[in-house]
T-cell receptor, first 116, second 115 residues
Framework: DTGVSQNPRHKITKRGQNVTFRCDPI?????LYWYRQTLGQGPEFLTY????????KSRLLSDRFSAERPKGSFSTLEIQRTEQGDSAMYLC??????????????FGDGTRLSIL | AQSVTQLGSHVSVSEGALVLLRCNYS??????LFWYVQYPNQGLQLLLK??????LVKGINGFEAEFKKSETSFHLTKPSAHMSDAAEYFC?????????????FGQGTILTVHP
């Protein structure tokens, strides 16, 4: 168990640029989640995959955001035409695939995005 | 719909004192409840979880929480605070059913421990 890995840890970019983050979940975990955390707030759910299928998207995920998990392993989150309000910590989590939803999510250390 | 309210954005205790972090939840179905801890510039680490097996849940680092359905609460406690407990703590709810997988978090409580 090597844990959830996120890259890069920090990203600084100019407003209007596109950015892409990567998340590598724990290898046997079928579920993968993306959250966004702004300063002083708790994480907010963005989207969720089971294997390669994206099963739920939050209203927070505007048209500028897209997430993929093409082979059911790693996932990418892309933000197009970044805005100041996109500055946040983007957290990835994964969990095992079990019938019940009580399996805890394991979180990565996040990617901190700063928009200049 | 589900929600979590953490009472007190900041809690300060002396080393060795009781830690009490408050969490109230709202859920239309029997909830699964979690406490996570976050250290600066890191992700979230699971402290403990409630999954209906027992109302008093013991977690790591000496923390425990009690599920009280009548009060819709899931407060986190530790008998004796340690300096290393200083961090931000988040309560989260997973309502299960069609919303399984998604966690709804409270706004967090920053715990400060004084020598």
């Amino acid at each position: 168990d090597t844990g959830v890995s996120q890259n890069p840890r920090h990203k600084i970019t100019k407003r209007g640029q596109n950015v892409t983050f990567r998340c590598d979940p724990i290898s046997e975990h079928n579920r993968l989640y993306w959250y966004r955390q702004t300063l002083g707030q708790g994480p907010e759910f963005l989207t969720y995959f089971q294997n390669e299928a994206q099963l739920e998207k939050s209203r927070l995920l505007s048209d500028r955001f897209s997430a993929e998990r093409p082979k059911g392993s790693f996932s990418t989150l892309e933000i197009q035409r970044t805005e100041q309000g996109d500055s946040a910590m983007y957290l990835c989590a994964s969990s095992p695939d079990r019938p019940n939803s009580n399996q805890p999510q394991h979180f990565g250390d996040g990617t901190r995005l700063s928009i200049l | 719909a589900q929600s979590v309210t953490q009472l007190g954005s900041h809690v300060s205790v002396s080393e060795g004192a009781l830690v009490l972090l408050r969490c109230n939840y709202s859920s239309s179905v029997p909830p699964y409840l979690f406490w996570y801890v976050q250290y600066p510039n890191q992700g979230l680490q699971l402290l403990l979880k409630y999954t209906s097996a027992a109302t008093l849940v013991k977690g790591i680092n000496g923390f425990e929480a009690e599920f009280k359905k009548s009060e819709t609460s899931f407060h986190l406690t530790k008998p004796s605070a340690h300096m290393s407990d200083a961090a931000e703590y988040f309560c989260a709810v997973n309502a299960g059913g069609t919303s399984y997988g998604k966690l709804t978090f409270g706004q967090g409580t920053i715990l400060t421990v004084h020598p």
